[in-house]
C-alpha cells in the first residue's frame, strides 16, 4: 500500500504546471489507515542535503510548507504511535497537494500501551478509592503516560482531580455513572482489544463528542470496521490483582459486501492477588457488527463484562505491625478454603446501535445505549452479637493499653498473642454463635449484599459541519434515565433457619408492611427506587488561522432526582415510603482556548472555563436507605478554572509547561460513621456542605530524543491541593427523634474549621527520569525512577466542628479546658505521608514469522518492594478532644488513621500472537 501512496504523490508533483515560480507550496493531509480520521500534532519533515523544514499537523490532519525551492526533497512524517513514512518529492510546481497520507500504527506501542494498564482498581474498602489512570491510558503525552504507568502506583490524580471530571463515552455515548459520577471501567474491564480504538482530548481542549470534563475525556470506538483485520490470541501472568488471564479476538475487517464483524473475550482469574483472600473471577465478551453503505454506516454493540472480587481492607498501624502490608481482616477458613466476607460483584451488559454519516463537510455520529444489570457489596451482618472481625479494637493489644485507668500490658501481650495465633475471621464461631440453642434457629450473624439494579437507557447524537477549510462547528445532545432499585438482600443465614429484620439499637422494624422473619434472598433492611434523568445539549466553534487555532464551546443540562421508598421503616413512618418530591438542577458550562504557533516549533495554549455540575446521587440524599430527605438548601457546584501551557517541538525534543489553576465551590459530601463525641454516641450520617477547594500546579514533561534508539524523559508534577474556605456540617443521628436533636431529625454543628488542609487527592509532588531503549531488531527496554510526595490522609470533618471541644460528661455542656486553640491545632494537624521512590522496568521482544506478529511483554514494578502508603483517613470515631486526647497520646491508638498501602514488587508478562 506504501507503494501506492508513494506513485501517486510522485505522479501529482511531476504533473505539468503552467507559471514557473521561484518558490511554491507543499501540504498535504496525515489520517489514521484504519479509522482514516486525521491525525494532529504529527511531525512532517520536509528536508534535503542543505536544509530541513517541520511542521505539524493542524487538529484537520492538515500541514503546509510555504517558500519552498524547486529541487528533490525527502519528506518524513514521524510519531510514536506509527510507523514512520518517508517519500521522495520532487518540487517543480506551483501548488503540490500531497493529497492524505495515511499511516500505519506501530503495532509494539499498541501493546505497550494496552498490556500494562491494568483497569481495575487495585486497592479497595468501604470508603471508595479510584484512579483516573485509565482515561489516560491512549495517550501520547509523556506526562499522562507518565501518570498512567508509574504514578498511578500511589494513586496519583492528574490535577488532583477525581475520577468524575473525567468524561468516558462509547461511540459518542456518555456512560459515567449518575451514583457516582465517574465512569464505571468494570464494565468493558478485559476487553483492551476490543476498546484499544480510543480518541483522548486532555483537559478543557475541544471534543467533537460533547464538553467534556475538566480532566479531559475519551471516546472509544467499537466500529468493526476500524478494528485490524486478524485473530489476536494472548495469555497473561501477574501476581497483582489477578494471577493469569487469557484473551481471543476475530476481527473480519471491512468485506466486500460492507459488513465487517468483530470478536472478543477473555478470563481473568486469581485464587488469591497480591492482596491476602482477594480471589479474582472474571469474564469479559465483546461482539460488533458493522454495515457500511455510501457514506452511510450502522453498528451494532454488546458488552458483559461479569466480574466478581474479594475485597481488603485499610488497617490502622498497629495491623501493619502485627502482620505486614498484605493483611487483610475480611477473610477466613472454611472446610479447607479461603471464604471472603466481603465480595464486589458486578454484571452489568450493555447493548448499543449506532449510526455514522461521514463526508467532506459534515458528520454525525447517533446512538442509543441500554445498560442493566446488577452491582452487590457483600457484608457480614452482626445483630445483637459480638463484633467477628479480628481487627475490632476490643480485640487488639492496644485496647488493654488504652483503656480507663492504668495499662493492663499483661492482658495487652495476651491479646497480641491471641491475634497472631488466629488473625482472619472465624467462620466456625459464626456458625457455632447461630447454631446455638439459645436462638432457636434465629441467625444472629447473616452474610448480605448491599445490591444495585440499574436500568438506565442513554441515547446521543453528534455532528460536525466543516465551514469552509478554517470554521468547524460541532453540536450535540444526550439524555439518560435511570431506574436505580437498592436494597438488602440476604445471602446466606450463616448456618440460622432465618433472620429478624429489627434495628438492634432502636428496636424498631425497618419495613412495618412485611414479615420481620427473613429468609434467604429475601430483601430486608431497606428497599428503595431511585429514578433519575439528565439532559445535555453543547455546542462548540472551532476556527483555524495561519498560525491561530481557537475555540469556544457552552453547554446546558437538566438533571433531577427522585426517591421511592418500598419499606414503611418505623423510625421514619412520615418520610420513607412512596415518592420523595424531585429535586432538579438547570446548569450551564461555558470554555474557550487558543493556540499560538509561535513557529513550526514552538506553541502557547492557553484555555479557560466557568461552569456548575449537580451534585451526584450519593451526595443529595443524607439516608435514602431510610427515608426521602434531602440535603438541605442542595445547590450545583461552581468550577472556576484555566490552564496555560507552553510546547516545544523540536527534531530531538518534545516539551510540554502547563500551569493550571482550579477553584470548587459550593460542593457537597455525605459520610456514615459511628461517633462519641460531644454530641453524643450513635450512627450518624454527616453532611457537608459549602465546600470549597483550590488546586493550584504545575506539570513537566519533556522527552529528548539522544539517538534513534534512545529516549531519555523528564517529568514533574507540582500542585498544591487545599480546601481554600471554611465548611459547614450538619449530622442525622440514627436514633432521630433524641435530644439534642431538634424535631426534625438534624444537629447543625455550625462551621468546620478545614480552611488550609490538603486534599487527599493522592501525591501532589510527583517527579520521574526515564530511559528508552528501542533496538531495530524489535526489542526495547525501558526504566523509570519516580519519587511521589506530599501526599496528605483525609481528614475528619466533624472534629473540625465546635462540638469537638464540648465535654459530653459535663452537665451543661462546657467546653474542655485544656482545648486551646494552640492544643486544637497540634492535636488536628493533618498527617502527611512519607514520600516514595519507586523503579519500574519495562521490556518486549517482537517477531514476524511466516506472516504472524509475536510479542512478549514484561513489566516489574517497585523492583526495590518498597513499603510505603497510598493514602488513608482520620477515624471520626474520637468525635470530642479528651477522647481524641487520651487515644492519640499512646504508642498505638486504639482509633488512629487507617492506612492504604501499595503493592510491593510485582510483575506482569504478556505473549500475544496476531496473524
Given at each position: 500500500?506504501?507503494?501506492?501512496?508513494?506513485?501517486?504523490?510522485?505522479?501529482?508533483?511531476?504533473?505539468?504546471?503552467?507559471?514557473?515560480?521561484?518558490?511554491?507550496?507543499?501540504?498535504?493531509?496525515?489520517?489514521?489507515?484504519?479509522?482514516?480520521?486525521?491525525?494532529?500534532?504529527?511531525?512532517?519533515?520536509?528536508?534535503?542535503?542543505?536544509?530541513?523544514?517541520?511542521?505539524?499537523?493542524?487538529?484537520?490532519?492538515?500541514?503546509?510548507?510555504?517558500?519552498?525551492?524547486?529541487?528533490?526533497?525527502?519528506?518524513?512524517?514521524?510519531?510514536?504511535?506509527?510507523?514512520?513514512?518517508?517519500?521522495?518529492?520532487?518540487?517543480?510546481?506551483?501548488?503540490?497537494?500531497?493529497?492524505?497520507?495515511?499511516?500505519?500504527?506501530?503495532?509494539?506501542?499498541?501493546?505497550?500501551?494496552?498490556?500494562?494498564?491494568?483497569?481495575?482498581?487495585?486497592?479497595?474498602?468501604?470508603?471508595?478509592?479510584?484512579?483516573?489512570?485509565?482515561?489516560?491510558?491512549?495517550?501520547?503525552?509523556?506526562?499522562?503516560?507518565?501518570?498512567?504507568?508509574?504514578?498511578?502506583?500511589?494513586?496519583?490524580?492528574?490535577?488532583?482531580?477525581?475520577?468524575?471530571?473525567?468524561?468516558?463515552?462509547?461511540?459518542?455515548?456518555?456512560?459515567?455513572?449518575?451514583?457516582?459520577?465517574?465512569?464505571?471501567?468494570?464494565?468493558?474491564?478485559?476487553?483492551?482489544?476490543?476498546?484499544?480504538?480510543?480518541?483522548?482530548?486532555?483537559?478543557?481542549?475541544?471534543?467533537?463528542?460533547?464538553?467534556?470534563?475538566?480532566?479531559?475525556?475519551?471516546?472509544?470506538?467499537?466500529?468493526?470496521?476500524?478494528?485490524?483485520?486478524?485473530?489476536?490470541?494472548?495469555?497473561?501472568?501477574?501476581?497483582?490483582?489477578?494471577?493469569?488471564?487469557?484473551?481471543?479476538?476475530?476481527?473480519?475487517?471491512?468485506?466486500?459486501?460492507?459488513?465487517?464483524?468483530?470478536?472478543?473475550?477473555?478470563?481473568?482469574?486469581?485464587?488469591?492477588?497480591?492482596?491476602?483472600?482477594?480471589?479474582?473471577?472474571?469474564?469479559?465478551?465483546?461482539?460488533?457488527?458493522?454495515?457500511?453503505?455510501?457514506?452511510?454506516?450502522?453498528?451494532?454493540?454488546?458488552?458483559?463484562?461479569?466480574?466478581?472480587?474479594?475485597?481488603?481492607?485499610?488497617?490502622?498501624?498497629?495491623?501493619?505491625?502485627?502482620?505486614?502490608?498484605?493483611?487483610?481482616?475480611?477473610?477466613?477458613?472454611?472446610?479447607?478454603?479461603?471464604?471472603?466476607?466481603?465480595?464486589?460483584?458486578?454484571?452489568?451488559?450493555?447493548?448499543?446501535?449506532?449510526?455514522?454519516?461521514?463526508?467532506?463537510?459534515?458528520?454525525?455520529?447517533?446512538?442509543?445505549?441500554?445498560?442493566?444489570?446488577?452491582?452487590?457489596?457483600?457484608?457480614?451482618?452482626?445483630?445483637?452479637?459480638?463484633?467477628?472481625?479480628?481487627?475490632?479494637?476490643?480485640?487488639?493489644?492496644?485496647?488493654?493499653?488504652?483503656?480507663?485507668?492504668?495499662?493492663?500490658f499483661e492482658n495487652a501481650n495476651l491479646?497480641?498473642?491471641?491475634?497472631?495465633?488466629?488473625?482472619?475471621?472465624?467462620?466456625?464461631?459464626?456458625?457455632?454463635?447461630?447454631?446455638?440453642?439459645?436462638?432457636?434457629?434465629?441467625?444472629?450473624?447473616?452474610?448480605?449484599?448491599?445490591?444495585?439494579?440499574?436500568?438506565?437507557?442513554?441515547?446521543?447524537?453528534?455532528?460536525?459541519?466543516?465551514?469552509?477549510?478554517?470554521?468547524?462547528?460541532?453540536?450535540?445532545?444526550?439524555?439518560?434515565?435511570?431506574?436505580?432499585?437498592?436494597?438488602?438482600?440476604?445471602?446466606?443465614?450463616?448456618?440460622?433457619?432465618?433472620?429478624?429484620?429489627?434495628?438492634?439499637?432502636?428496636?424498631?422494624?425497618?419495613?412495618?408492611?412485611?414479615?420481620?422473619?427473613?429468609?434467604?434472598?429475601?430483601?430486608?433492611?431497606?428497599?428503595?427506587?431511585?429514578?433519575?434523568?439528565?439532559?445535555?445539549?453543547?455546542?462548540?466553534?472551532?476556527?483555524?488561522?495561519?498560525?491561530?487555532?481557537?475555540?469556544?464551546?457552552?453547554?446546558?443540562?437538566?438533571?433531577?432526582?427522585?426517591?421511592?421508598?418500598?419499606?414503611?421503616?418505623?423510625?421514619?413512618?412520615?418520610?420513607?415510603?412512596?415518592?420523595?418530591?424531585?429535586?432538579?438542577?438547570?446548569?450551564?458550562?461555558?470554555?474557550?482556548?487558543?493556540?499560538?504557533?509561535?513557529?513550526?516549533?514552538?506553541?502557547?495554549?492557553?484555555?479557560?472555563?466557568?461552569?456548575?455540575?449537580?451534585?451526584?446521587?450519593?451526595?443529595?440524599?443524607?439516608?435514602?436507605r431510610e427515608n426521602k430527605e434531602i440535603?438541605?438548601?442542595?445547590?450545583?457546584?461552581?468550577?472556576?478554572?484555566?490552564?496555560?501551557?507552553?510546547?516545544?517541538?523540536?527534531?530531538?525534543?518534545?516539551?510540554?509547561?502547563?500551569?493550571?489553576?482550579?477553584?470548587?465551590?459550593?460542593?457537597?459530601?455525605?459520610?456514615?460513621?459511628?461517633?462519641?463525641?460531644?454530641?453524643?454516641?450513635?450512627?450518624?450520617?454527616?453532611?457537608?456542605?459549602?465546600?470549597?477547594?483550590?488546586?493550584?500546579?504545575?506539570?513537566?514533561?519533556?522527552?529528548?530524543?539522544?539517538?534513534?534508539?534512545?529516549?531519555?524523559?523528564?517529568?514533574?508534577?507540582?500542585?498544591?491541593?487545599?480546601?481554600?474556605?471554611?465548611?459547614?456540617?450538619?449530622?442525622?443521628?440514627?436514633?432521630?427523634?433524641?435530644?439534642?436533636?431538634?424535631?426534625?431529625?438534624?444537629?447543625?454543628?455550625?462551621?468546620?474549621?478545614?480552611?488550609?488542609?490538603?486534599?487527599?487527592?493522592?501525591?501532589?509532588?510527583?517527579f520521574s527520569l526515564g530511559f528508552e531503549?528501542?533496538?531495530?531488531?524489535?526489542?526495547?527496554?525501558?526504566?523509570?525512577?519516580?519519587?511521589?510526595?506530599?501526599?496528605?490522609?483525609?481528614?475528619?470533618?466533624?472534629?473540625?466542628?465546635?462540638?469537638?471541644?464540648?465535654?459530653?460528661?459535663?452537665?451543661?455542656?462546657?467546653?474542655?479546658?485544656?482545648?486551646?486553640?494552640?492544643?486544637?491545632?497540634?492535636?488536628?494537624?493533618?498527617?502527611?505521608?512519607?514520600?516514595?521512590?519507586?523503579?519500574?522496568?519495562?521490556?518486549?521482544?517482537?517477531?514476524?514469522?511466516?506472516?504472524?506478529?509475536?510479542?512478549?511483554?514484561?513489566?516489574?514494578?517497585?523492583?526495590?518492594?518498597?513499603?510505603?502508603?497510598?493514602?488513608?483517613?482520620?477515624?471520626?470515631?474520637?468525635?470530642?478532644?479528651?477522647?481524641?486526647?487520651?487515644?492519640?497520646?499512646?504508642?498505638?491508638?486504639?482509633?488512629?488513621?487507617?492506612?492504604?498501602?501499595?503493592?510491593?514488587?510485582?510483575?506482569?508478562?504478556?505473549?500475544?500472537?496476531?496473524?
Amino acid at each position: 500500500m506504501t507503494r501506492i501512496y508513494l506513485l501517486s504523490i510522485i505522479i501529482g508533483i511531476h504533473c505539468c504546471s503552467t507559471f514557473s515560480q521561484d518558490t511554491y507550496q507543499i501540504k498535504g493531509i496525515v489520517a489514521d489507515e484504519l479509522s482514516k480520521k486525521p491525525l494532529e500534532n504529527i511531525s512532517v519533515i520536509l528536508g534535503n542535503d542543505a536544509s530541513q523544514n517541520e511542521v505539524f499537523t493542524r487538529t484537520d490532519g492538515l500541514f503546509e510548507f510555504s517558500g519552498v525551492s524547486n529541487g528533490d526533497y525527502i519528506l518524513y512524517i514521524t510519531d510514536n504511535n506509527y510507523l514512520s513514512q518517508k517519500f521522495p518529492v520532487k518540487v517543480t510546481r506551483e501548488l503540490s497537494d500531497l493529497g492524505v497520507i495515511y499511516l500505519k500504527r506501530d503495532i509494539t506501542v499498541g501493546d505497550k500501551i494496552n498490556l500494562i494498564t491494568l483497569s481495575d482498581n487495585e486497592l479497595s474498602d468501604d470508603i471508595e478509592i479510584e484512579s483516573p489512570t485509565p482515561l489516560l491510558q491512549a495517550t501520547r503525552d509523556i506526562f499522562l503516560t507518565r501518570a498512567a504507568f508509574d504514578f498511578s502506583q500511589a494513586f496519583f490524580k492528574v490535577k488532583g482531580y477525581d475520577s468524575k471530571y473525567g468524561v468516558v463515552f462509547i461511540n459518542g455515548v456518555p456512560m459515567n455513572k449518575m451514583l457516582t459520577g465517574r465512569p464505571e471501567w468494570n464494565n468493558w474491564g478485559g476487553l483492551n482489544d476490543a476498546t484499544r480504538n480510543q480518541d483522548l482530548v486532555n483537559g478543557l481542549s475541544p471534543s467533537e463528542y460533547g464538553f467534556g470534563g475538566l480532566l479531559g475525556s475519551v471516546n472509544i470506538s467499537t466500529r468493526a470496521s476500524e478494528y485490524r483485520k486478524g485473530i489476536r490470541i494472548s495469555s497473561s501472568l501477574s501476581n497483582r490483582t489477578y494471577t493469569g488471564r487469557v484473551m481471543a479476538t476475530y476481527n473480519s475487517g471491512l468485506l466486500k459486501n460492507g459488513l465487517a464483524y468483530s470478536v472478543s473475550a477473555s478470563r481473568r482469574w486469581a485464587k488469591q492477588g497480591y492482596i491476602e483472600g482477594t480471589f479474582y473471577d472474571a469474564y469479559s465478551f465483546f461482539g460488533a457488527i458493522e454495515y457500511k453503505f455510501g457514506k452511510h454506516s450502522i453498528n451494532a454493540t454488546a458488552i458483559y463484562s461479569p466480574n466478581r472480587r474479594g475485597q481488603s481492607s485499610a488497617i490502622t498501624q498497629e495491623v501493619f505491625d502485627l502482620s505486614g502490608r498484605k493483611y487483610n481482616p475480611y477473610w477466613g477458613i472454611q472446610d479447607g478454603k479461603i471464604r471472603n466476607s466481603r465480595v464486589k460483584e458486578i454484571k452489568e451488559p450493555i447493548a448499543m446501535l449506532s449510526y455514522f454519516f461521514e463526508n467532506t463537510k459534515f458528520s454525525l455520529t447517533t446512538g442509543i445505549a441500554y445498560q442493566f444489570g446488577k452491582y452487590s457489596r457483600s457484608r457480614l451482618g452482626y445483630y445483637n452479637a459480638p463484633n467477628p472481625e479480628p481487627t475490632y479494637y476490643r480485640y487488639l493489644p492496644s485496647y488493654y493499653i488504652n483503656s480507663s485507668g492504668a495499662a493492663n500490658f499483661e492482658n495487652a501481650n495476651l491479646a497480641k498473642e491471641t491475634f497472631l495465633a488466629n488473625p482472619q475471621l472465624d467462620w466456625q464461631s459464626v456458625y457455632n454463635a447461630n447454631t446455638g440453642p439459645l436462638n432457636n434457629g434465629k441467625s444472629v450473624y447473616v452474610l448480605y449484599d448491599d445490591r444495585t439494579d440499574d436500568r438506565q437507557l442513554s441515547v446521543s447524537s453528534t455532528a460536525t459541519y466543516n465551514i469552509g477549510s478554517l470554521i468547524k462547528l460541532d453540536a450535540g445532545i444526550n439524555y439518560k434515565k435511570l431506574t436505580s432499585a437498592n436494597y438488602a438482600i440476604l445471602n446466606d443465614l450463616l448456618g440460622g433457619n432465618y433472620h429478624e429484620d429489627i434495628d438492634t439499637f432502636t428496636n424498631t422494624r425497618n419495613d412495618l408492611n412485611s414479615e420481620t422473619e427473613k429468609k434467604e434472598g429475601d430483601k430486608f433492611n431497606y428497599n428503595y427506587f431511585i429514578n433519575a434523568s439528565k439532559g445535555e445539549a453543547f455546542l462548540q466553534l472551532k476556527l483555524s488561522k495561519n498560525k491561530w487555532e481557537t475555540f469556544v464551546a457552552g453547554n446546558i443540562t437538566n438533571t433531577t432526582y427522585q426517591r421511592e421508598g418500598k419499606f414503611l421503616n418505623e423510625r421514619y413512618q412520615q418520610n420513607s415510603l412512596g415518592k420523595s418530591e424531585k429535586t432538579g438542577f438547570s446548569d450551564f458550562g461555558i470554555k474557550g482556548g487558543f493556540n499560538y504557533k509561535i513557529s513550526g516549533r514552538h506553541f502557547v495554549d492557553v484555555n479557560g472555563a466557568y461552569l456548575s455540575k449537580a451534585p451526584v446521587i450519593q451526595n443529595t440524599f443524607i439516608n435514602p436507605r431510610e427515608n426521602k430527605e434531602i440535603v438541605k438548601n442542595i445547590a450545583s457546584e461552581k468550577v472556576t478554572t484555566g490552564n496555560i501551557s507552553y510546547i516545544l517541538k523540536l527534531p530531538r525534543i518534545d516539551a510540554r509547561l502547563t500551569t493550571y489553576y482550579t477553584k470548587f465551590q459550593n460542593g457537597t459530601d455525605v459520610n456514615f460513621f459511628f461517633v462519641q463525641g460531644g454530641i453524643g454516641t450513635d450512627f450518624v450520617q454527616e453532611v457537608v456542605t459549602n465546600i470549597n477547594k483550590l488546586h493550584l500546579g504545575s506539570e513537566l514533561g519533556m522527552v529528548y530524543k539522544a539517538s534513534p534508539t534512545v529516549k531519555l524523559s523528564v517529568v514533574a508534577s507540582y500542585g498544591n491541593f487545599k480546601y481554600d474556605d471554611d465548611a459547614e456540617v450538619s449530622v442525622n443521628f440514627d436514633t432521630s427523634g433524641e435530644e439534642p436533636i431538634n424535631t426534625e431529625g438534624f444537629l447543625n454543628l455550625g462551621t468546620a474549621s478545614v480552611k488550609g488542609y490538603k486534599i487527599p487527592a493522592g501525591p501532589q509532588k510527583a517527579f520521574s527520569l526515564g530511559f528508552e531503549y528501542r533496538d531495530p531488531d524489535y526489542w526495547w527496554l525501558s526504566a523509570t525512577a519516580n519519587y511521589l510526595g506530599d501526599n496528605y490522609i483525609s481528614i475528619s470533618t466533624i472534629n473540625r466542628t465546635q462540638s469537638f471541644t464540648i465535654d459530653p460528661d459535663s452537665e451543661e455542656g462546657t467546653t474542655f479546658p485544656e482545648a486551646t486553640p494552640e492544643a486544637l491545632k497540634s492535636l488536628l494537624k493533618q498527617e502527611k505521608l512519607e514520600g516514595v521512590y519507586l523503579l519500574n522496568l519495562v521490556g518486549g521482544k517482537s517477531w514476524i514469522i511466516k506472516g504472524k506478529y509475536i510479542s512478549l511483554f514484561g513489566s516489574v514494578n517497585n523492583l526495590f518492594d518498597v513499603t510505603y502508603r497510598t493514602g488513608g483517613y482520620e477515624q471520626s470515631r474520637n468525635g470530642n478532644f479528651g477522647r481524641l486526647t487520651k487515644d492519640l497520646s499512646r504508642n498505638n491508638p486504639s482509633f488512629g488513621p487507617k492506612y492504604w498501602y501499595g503493592y510491593g514488587r510485582t510483575y506482569f508478562l504478556n505473549l500475544s500472537v496476531s496473524f
